[in-house]
């Protein structure tokens, strides 16, 4: 998509017209404006574009119309716009990552990348990269306007209230069964010989760093076993949920510096700090995780069937064998009780639950315990986890009291879509907006046409 000068959207109608008569003279279809949201033109082979994207995401496109694709086009194109008046930064660097990730997806679901580059119409390569750029930082930069819209929305319990309360009975949602999970986590125990092999790795990249010049991300990308955030920024403050002594590190460097080894409960890791902006510090980080053997592991699996088999014979309970022998800090306290990251509840919608999970515990019976499994996680670390489900409650119309948490999050969504809704109509008001030829005949969802 094409950003223009504001000065040039006069000469829009006129850019139009031609292309009309270029097509009529050649009897070719030619790339016309499909719309004009401020300063950006929406193309038909932008349409184009959006219905082969979602094809190559396997998403039943038979029932999405031009004018639907062109409609969310329009209102993606109304956020990028408001978010570069508003100044919102992304990195650059972070969207080039993403092409890279998304050209690696298209090669393994395609074949080549001569063949990605026939599928989406271009002449090469880098013209493919270009373009999935442009794509992926609009989509970044409305993304993080929609978010700035709703971050400080809030529902107060009377709201919620009044929510539920005005749903006809018979229209109630339904909660489907749920679970509450409890976990005993063991992880087996790095040699120490192992473990000062991965504290002199660290100081000797820290060192080729500072001595002589090389690119802290591009080690991080080739060295770090967190695959998720190599090289990559990452921006938080004192409250943001990362580990405690990750955040002492980072907020006792100044801008530039790079810390020493340090460990934390995923491995061992170095800081570079980026930039420091007020109460917010962002790094780059890489981490090493040391290597377990396999006679580690094997302990490892020892040790939690011998804790299985005394849950089992009632010689403790499985409350009481998390809280004296699970390695997992953030529950043993508390029984081994699991909490659902997305509400933060205790409860975990059987049919949200994500796979490995669901595999060990969806047909547990009360008291039962499952069976030991190794989990890994994104940097490779392995343990070895047993659960047992501590309450199971079965499918049922939606209850104010019990299913609190639920109702809230649709109250709060309810009154994020209105104010969303409310910012389009306004934004509408005070863009320019035109759509062109057969599109003016759609039916948007948003007032685009400002009748």
């Known amino acids: 998509m094409k950003k223009i000068n504001s000065l040039s959207r006069l000469f829009i109608a006129f850019l139009f017209c031609i292309q009309v008569i270029s097509a009529q003279n050649s009897k070719t279809k030619v790339d016309g404006v499909a719309s004009v949201i401020g300063d950006y033109l929406i193309l038909e082979t932008d349409i184009d574009r959006s219905l082969i994207e979602l094809k190559s995401q396997n998403v039943d496109t038979k029932e999405i119309t031009r ?46 990348i001569q063949k990605v580059v026939k599928f989406y119409n271009k002449e090469d390569e880098q013209s493919l990269r ?3 750029f442009n794509i992926l930082r609009q989509n970044e930069l409305s993304s993080k306007m929609k978010a700035k819209i709703v971050e400080n929305i809030e529902v107060t319990p009377e709201e ?4 539920f309360n005005k749903i006809p009975k018979d229209e109630l949602p339904t909660i489907g069964t749920e679970l509450e999970i409890a976990q005993i986590v063991i992880e087996p125990k790095a040699p120490q010989s192992e473990i000062d092999k991965v504290i002199e790795q660290l100081k000797e990249i820290k060192k080729d760093v500072l001595e002589n010049g090389t690119s802290f991300p591009t080690k ?33 460097l100044q801008e530039g510096e790079i810390s020493d080894p340090f460990k934390t409960d995923f491995g061992w890791h170095i800081i570079q700090v980026v930039k420091i902006r007020g109460k917010e510090v962002s790094v780059r980080h890489i981490l090493m995780v040391p290597q377990i053997p396999d006679k580690a592991l ?44 997305e509400n933060y509840s205790t409860k975990f919608e059987l049919t949200r ?21 190794v989990d890994e996680d994104r940097s490779g670390r392995k343990m070895y986890k047993i659960f047992r489900v501590t309450n199971r409650i079965n499918e049922h119309t939606a209850d104010f009291v019990n299913d ?48």
């Open 298 to 341: 094997e302990e490892a699996k020892k040790k939690i069937n011998d804790i299985r088999e005394k849950i089992l014979n009632k010689e403790f309970t499985f409350a009481e064998a998390a809280k004296n022998f699970s390695d997992e800090k953030e529950t043993k306290e508390d029984g081994g009780q699991l909490i659902n990251p």
């Open 353 to 373: 639950m994500e796979p490995l999970l669901y595999s060990q515990v969806a047909s547990l019976k009360e008291e039962e315990v499952s069976s030991p499994i």
């Open 130 to 132: 270009d373009e999935l």
């Open 404 to 451: 609190y948490t639920k109702i809230r999050e649709l109250a709060l969504k309810e009154k994020q879509l209105t104010a969303v809704r409310k910012w389009i109509d306004d934004a509408i008001k005070k863009t320019f907006v035109s759509i062109k030829g057969e599109y003016r005949n759609c039916s948007f969802s948003n007032n685009w046409l400002k009748k």
């Open 160 to 163: 919620i209230k009044q929510f």
């Open 67 to 112: 004018c639907q694709l062109l409609g969310k086009l329009m209102e993606d194109k109304l956020y990028v716009s408001q978010a570069i008046q508003d100044s919102i930064k992304i990195s650059d660097e972070e969207i080039r990552d993403g092409v890279n990730r998304r050209i690696d997806f298209l090669v393994e679901q395609i074949g080549d």
């Open 220 to 252: 991080a990308i080739l060295y770090s076993a967190d695959r998720a955030t190599g090289g990559k920024e990452l921006t938080f403050n004192r409250k943001s949920s990362f580990a405690k002594e990750f955040k002492d590190v980072a907020f006792s």
